[in-house]
């Protein structure tokens, strides 16, 4: 029987750019026999949704493999960095070859990092995978979260606030990742200290359907109850603390929320003219 082939060239994949690049680019592009294209051992996605993949392949079955996968060799083998989906989709089609940007990585290290990077950017992963990716950039290369934010061209109190989802429950956590509850709600829950009124919360937002918005007043009140006994200990709720780590990965500064009855106030530190003008920016950026 003849194997199955994407009959698309590979002219039709190459981008609109001058001719001079068109060449290099063409140079690393090829139509790779899918046997031949070991796992990606740095894969960072957990999971695959079903659904997902069934819609993939049959959007490759009316218009083809529109955007390569990136590969490098491995001896007469190639090894997947990324596009594992897209690799799957192929295989279950009964395709022989995809096609595949070929790149020349030489270590593991950087293997792994182009994985990671390359997943985050094409926003392929659920909350949790991208948040264990980001934590794995920054603790595997040694990065600071700014640094994390550059490489894969986020903010940093974007990288710091999916990082923070990892302190939730295992349970909330899986729950985030299959799509039961959003990154605003993981986000409320972090609020609270007691995992017992976490996972309560959890249940009725997945239960009843709660908004975000419901669900942050349901947390102001838990936190409230928590402050009374807080305060004879001079400690502050995990709800200003979060609040505070919120505010601090925005403006990349000390924040300080200093609660005073029903009243407070709150403390932006700057530590030059500098680092004063960039705080001022933020802050007209947000007003505009």
Not at 21 to 38: A, Q
Not at 122 to 151: C, F, G, H, S, W
Not at 154 to 180: C, M, Y
Request: include cysteine; hydrophobic fraction near 35%.
């Amino acid at each position: 029987m003849k194997s199955k082939r994407l009959g698309r060239g590979l002219e039709a994949l190459i981008p609109q750019v001058p001719e001079e690049e068109r060449i290099k680019y063409k140079e690393r592009l090829f139509e790779v026999e899918v046997n031949r294209i070991d796992a990606n051992p740095f894969q960072p996605r957990s999971g695959f949704d079903r659904k997902g993949l069934e819609d993939l392949k049959n959007s490759i079955l009316e218009n083809g493999v529109i955007q390569p996968i990136t590969v490098r060799r491995n001896g007469d083998r190639f090894e997947l960095i990324a596009g594992e989906r897209r690799l799957r989709a192929v295989k279950e089609l009964g395709y022989s070859v995809i096609p595949a940007f070929v790149m020349d990585v030489k270590s593991d290290d950087q293997m792994l990092e182009l994985a990671l990077v390359e997943n985050i950017q094409r926003e392929d992963l659920n909350p949790i995978e991208l948040a264990k990716a980001y934590q794995k950039l920054q603790k595997d290369y040694n990065l600071t979260q700014e640094m994390v934010a550059r490489k894969v061209g986020k903010d940093r109190a974007t990288v710091a606030n999916f990082i923070r989802l990892l302190k939730l429950p295992p349970e909330i956590q899986e729950s985030l990742r299959k799509g039961e509850i959003s990154m605003g709600h993981a986000r409320s829950l972090m609020g609270i200290s007691n995992p017992k009124e976490i996972r309560g919360l959890w249940k009725k937002i997945v239960k009843r359907g709660w908004s975000v918005r419901r669900v942050e007043e349901e947390v102001r009140r838990i936190a409230k109850s928590e402050e009374g006994g807080r305060k004879e200990a001079g400690q502050k709720s995990p709800y200003l603390i979060e609040l505070e780590e919120r505010i601090c990965s925005i403006f990349g500064t000390q924040v300080k929320i200093r609660p005073m009855g029903k009243k407070g106030k709150i403390e932006i530190s700057y530590y030059s003219d500098d680092d004063l003008d960039r705080i001022i920016e933020l802050l007209n950026r947000a007003a505009d």
